[in-house]
């Protein structure tokens, strides 16, 4: 190793490339059948594990589904907080049919309460059957109804997401209320008594099984511990029924509230007996409309950031294991790379340099470019690789990081419109992102954008704010340009400079 300026430059001669033991990275969790080889473990599983927060929110890319995968993988384990671990899935759910199960006496945001109580308790009592008969437990004659009523309705006694709803509602309360001798609960027997031919809708009927379900959960729970995951929530969000699935997952919300108040621990150190946790995007949740919303955000959510440290740790976990692997397994053609001393972060140790432009690490350049999530990462990584030029011995350049931009800003681009153009109808974020390149200028200011969007200056600010909130803008502090990812609590400032994160700039041509 030598000094070049103030650039260390990477001699260790090595017998392999660098593609040999670092491969493409899948960029879904879902898809990385090795992710948990090299998962990195944060603070957030402690919150959901040990602590009173029970709603993970993130952008896309964040590592929600890392960390729903993690804790599935440890079900049942010391490392899971020993919770039987539910996970709920909700890709290719039957959501069309869970509409009809709602009650339209009351308003859109609570409207679907009632449903998702049944979906949840019916999971659970599910799962409680298959705990105490893989024990060899005795079942309650209630149990045992249940049991009936399950294999009746789903033709099998173990219940999962998308099965549950797919039954017709009327055939589901009817049989229910029926084997479960509990139309009094819900007036019905008085109501015929009386000669009242009033009808009981078939929502209230679902919630009164719902409730019973309920109560036999809480007296056959025992000693065990549940907690219920659900993750890919936001797949089916659309601009076209906007408002319907505000509702549902407003109605989601508000029943997870309520279940993990009713279980919540007693003590400091304790864990809840059932907890619920549901996995949102951040932007659709904060497009949702239900009572206490800024309350559950601070008292019970989860929010996934990332600093330059963290993400630095992520992406080197997933070096050293892969490391670790190939040179077991190869011991003639072992691998090294520099020590820890070579730059100013562990991952830049992959480069042939320590340093690029602007005298920052070839990692700090890619956080540079970045929304601060590991898909980015995960993705400019990947794009190095499909440039780097394959020598004996090499390691990734720093001509590479650079080559290697325009393909990484064309695919950030595709993700953020993935991400947010169902929340802006009519193509409008992409309509949004030609004025910036129209405006051609990475700095500009609400002027500029107003003479060439050509709209009022209420509707520019709009347009301006949304761009901003999602840090695809970002505005001046002290000396450094910061974004919303950095700081929540940055205030957009009109009568100052905007600047596009230079994740986009090689896309929109600044």
């Not at 005795?138 to 006694?157: A, D, I």
């Not at 679902?206 to 036999?216: G, Q, V, Y």
């Not at 109808?425 to 060439?452: A, G, M, P, W």
């Not at 301006?464 to 340009?481: A, D, K, P, T, V």
Request: hydrophobic content about 35%; proline content about 2%.
């Amino acid at each position: 190793m030598y000094l070049l300026g103030k650039v260390k430059t990477n001699n260790i001669d090595n017998p392999v490339d660098i593609t040999k033991w670092l491969p493409k990275f899948s960029i879904a969790a879902e898809s990385d059948n090795n992710l948990m080889d090299y998962f990195l473990k944060t603070n957030y599983l402690n919150s959901i594990l040990y602590e009173k927060e029970w709603l993970v929110i993130g952008r896309k890319g964040s590592g929600k589904t890392a960390i729903f995968k993690y804790l599935v993988s440890q079900n049942k384990k010391k490392a899971a907080n020993y919770y039987s671990v539910i996970p709920l899935t909700f890709e290719s759910y039957p959501w069309k049919i869970h509409k009809k199960y709602i009650d339209n006496k009351l308003p859109n945001k609570t409207a679907y309460k009632k449903s998702w109580k049944y979906l949840l308790y019916t999971v659970l009592l599910s799962n409680i059957i298959q705990q105490k008969v893989s024990r060899h437990e005795t079942l309650s004659n209630e149990l045992k109804k249940v049991r009936k009523f399950f294999n009746c309705v789903y033709s099998n006694s173990i219940i999962g997401t998308k099965n549950v709803m797919l039954r017709n509602i009327e055939s589901i309360s009817s049989l229910g209320i029926s084997l479960f001798g509990i139309g009094a609960s819900i007036g019905m027997d008085t109501k015929s008594q009386e000669g009242i031919n009033e009808e009981v809708d078939d929502i209230d009927k679902i919630d009164a099984i719902s409730s019973f379900f309920e109560e036999l959960v809480n007296q056959e729970i025992g000693k065990d511990k549940y907690l219920i995951l659900l993750d890919k929530l936001d797949e089916v969000w659309s601009t076209s029924e906007r408002d319907t699935y505000r509702g549902l997952l407003s109605g989601l919300i508000a029943e997870c509230s309520e279940i993990n108040n009713s279980h919540v621990s007693k003590g400091v150190g304790d864990s809840n007996s059932i907890k619920v946790c549901p996995f949102l995007r951040t932007e659709i949740y904060e497009d949702l409309d239900f009572n206490d919303k800024n309350k559950t955000r601070e008292d019970s959510s989860i929010e996934i950031k990332w600093s330059a440290d963290t993400l630095d740790a992520m992406f080197f976990s997933r070096v050293q294991a892969l490391l670790r692997e190939w040179n077991k397994n190869n011991p003639a053609q072992k691998f090294e790379i520099q020590g820890d001393s070579f730059a100013s972060d562990s991952s830049s140790r992959i480069f042939n340099q320590s340093s690029v432009r602007h005298q920052i690490s070839p990692f700090k350049h890619i956080l540079r470019m970045s929304f601060y999530r590991p898909r980015d990462v995960i993705i400019y990584m990947n794009k190095i690789r499909k440039v780097h030029k394959k020598e004996e011995g090499s390691l990734y350049t720093s001509s590479e990081l650079r080559t290697a931009e325009q393909s990484y800003s064309n695919s950030i681009y595709n993700e953020l419109s993935d991400e947010f153009e169902a929340l802006e109808s009519d193509k409008r974020f992409e309509e949004l992102l030609t004025v910036l390149s129209k405006i051609h200028r990475q700095t500009f200011s609400l002027s500029d954008f107003k003479n060439v969007y050509k709209r009022d200056d209420q509707e520019c600010k709009k347009r301006i704010e949304f761009l901003f909130n999602i840090s695809i803008l970002g505005q001046r502090i002290g000396r450094n340009w910061s974004y919303r990812f950095d700081g929540p609590g940055l205030i957009i400032d009109f009568s100052k400079p905007f600047y596009v994160n230079p994740a986009l700039k090689n896309y929109l041509h600044l």
